[in-house]
């Protein structure tokens, strides 16, 4: 189990960890890039708007391509199964590796955008195929450390990506379409690792009715004295569900019996990105500075950032399974609120006293290590958990495509956002994570240690009413 976590994590949430992270170290150079091709192809310099918006069409055509990848990555899901549908992503990767690496010698930076364009494709399929092979492969005593595999190879890969994108590595002027095209290497490690391990044992038998391919699974993945109470288990889900088809996205928009299930993924999902960890990361370079690191040195410590998301990353998974989802995702949300309210009076006051940046950057470190406890990981293992077979796959179509419209939003409002309120746009995300946290109290019920169909009755009183 711990292996195929690993197999199906490498190629996976670790490609959009390590992709996010890897295109801030080259800026400089992509400018540089982008000026020197556009005065050899056109004979005079690019204009300053031009190059800025090229440079945003590059960073964030990767969340356009992220968009696309979790529209198609639950039908794919479907269609090829789990693992093949993993499998085949890989594809995508290696040819965006491709695309990104021969863009500087062919002098075609247009190559750059349609590389990060395929790769965001990648990260969007990954980020929603992944957590659905985990979710379905796991024991549910061992579901929530499980799942939370797909957090700890995200920030793993953007620790990984902030380290290889240091100076002294593949950051420099020489080597950044190395780096770029470096992806393709999780992806021939996926390729490697993943066929050796089973496809999941409920798609086998709720969505193929592969019986015996089924029992073979479970016995490769929870041996053969124990799996005989996953199958059982499986095979009562595969009883309730009397025969259905995977569900469509809009389908589950109409159907009743899901509705407080979906109005919980789209609420913690709008809530992790609009929490205010990428305001964090805006302001982290202005903090450091103003406690006085000099400018080469601030990569190095945001390389704390990184260490500090895969540290709580690794913590809430061996958590999980013992505290619970609800207590670890409000009390990472209510944290969050407290240091958001330490941070607005810390930026308020910076320039007062010697001693406030260093309580800006203590609040920077805490802000992420309380989004990495809880809203962090345990989003995206919710997902999984709060519905059957048939709906899960559409469900993470829908998680996945508003987590991708948050991000870029995020991504294009923010810097208006940061310059409009200063210090005080962490007033706004206060209030945010106070009320999500609220409503996680009032609507979740705890998963921990239930099935799929337990969790799914719970829910049927709140769909139905108290009375049915």
Not at 394 to 414: D, E
Request: neutral net charge.
């Amino acid at each position: 189990l711990f292996l195929a976590v690993c197999a199906v994590g490498i190629g996976g949430t670790f490609q959009y960890g390590y992709n996010v992270s890897i295109i801030n170290a080259p800026t400089q150079h992509i400018h540089r890039f982008l000026n020197e091709t556009w005065t050899g192809r056109y004979h005079k310099e690019l204009n300053t708007d031009l190059l800025t918006f090229l440079w945003s069409v590059i960073a964030s055509i990767f969340s356009l391509g992220g968009l696309c990848g979790a529209l198609i990555g639950g039908s794919m899901a479907i269609r090829l199964g789990r693992k093949g549908a993993l499998l085949m992503n890989n594809v995508i990767a290696i040819l965006a590796s491709i695309l990104m690496g021969i863009s500087f010698p062919t002098g075609l930076f247009e190559l750059l955008i349609a590389g990060r364009f395929l790769i965001g494709i990648n990260a969007g399929i990954g980020i929603c195929v992944q957590p659905l092979y985990i979710g379905e492969v796991a024991p549910k005593h061992l579901r929530g450390g499980m799942a939370m595999g797909s957090s700890i190879f995200l920030t793993g890969g953007i620790l990984t990506g902030q380290i290889i994108g240091l100076r002294e590595l593949l950051g420099g002027e020489t080597y950044w379409p190395l780096l770029l095209s470096s992806s393709c290497f999780p992806a021939f490690a996926q390729l490697l690792f993943l066929p050796w391990f089973p496809e999941s044992p409920r798609y086998l038998l709720i969505d193929r009715g592969d019986e015996l391919s089924c029992a073979k699974a479970l016995k490769r993945f929870h041996g053969s004295s124990e799996y005989e109470r996953e199958l059982e288990d499986i095979q009562r889900e595969c009883f309730a569900l009397d025969g259905e088809k995977p569900k469509k996205p809009w389908q589950l928009f109409t159907d009743r019996g899901v509705r407080w299930q979906l109005i919980t993924v789209i609420v913690m999902t709008m809530g992790q990105q609009l929490s205010g960890i990428n305001a964090i990361y805006f302001y982290a370079t202005y903090i450091f500075e103003q406690a006085g690191i000099s400018a080469e040195k601030i990569p190095y410590v945001t390389l704390g950032t990184g260490a500090c998301e895969c540290l709580t990353a690794l913590t809430c998974g061996l958590l999980i399974d013992y505290v619970g989802r609800r207590c670890l995702v409000i009390g990472g949300y209510l944290l969050m609120t407290l240091w958001s309210i330490v941070l607005t009076f810390s930026l308020t006051y910076q320039e007062l006293y010697s001693w406030v940046p260093y309580v800006s950057m203590t609040s920077i470190f805490a802000f992420i290590l309380s989004f990495g406890l809880g809203p962090g990981g345990i989003t995206n293992t919710l997902t999984a958990e709060l519905f059957v077979q048939s709906s899960r796959p559409a469900a993470y179509m829908i998680g996945g495509t508003i987590s991708w419209i948050s991000f870029f939003t995020v991504g294009m409002l923010f810097p208006f956002i940061v310059n409009g309120l200063k210090q005080y746009c962490f007033l706004v995300f206060l209030l945010e994570c106070s009320l999500v946290a609220a409503f996680i109290f009032l609507v979740i019920p705890e998963t921990k240690n239930k099935s799929f169909l337990e969790i799914n009755k719970e829910f049927h009183k709140l769909n139905f009413g108290r009375n049915t």
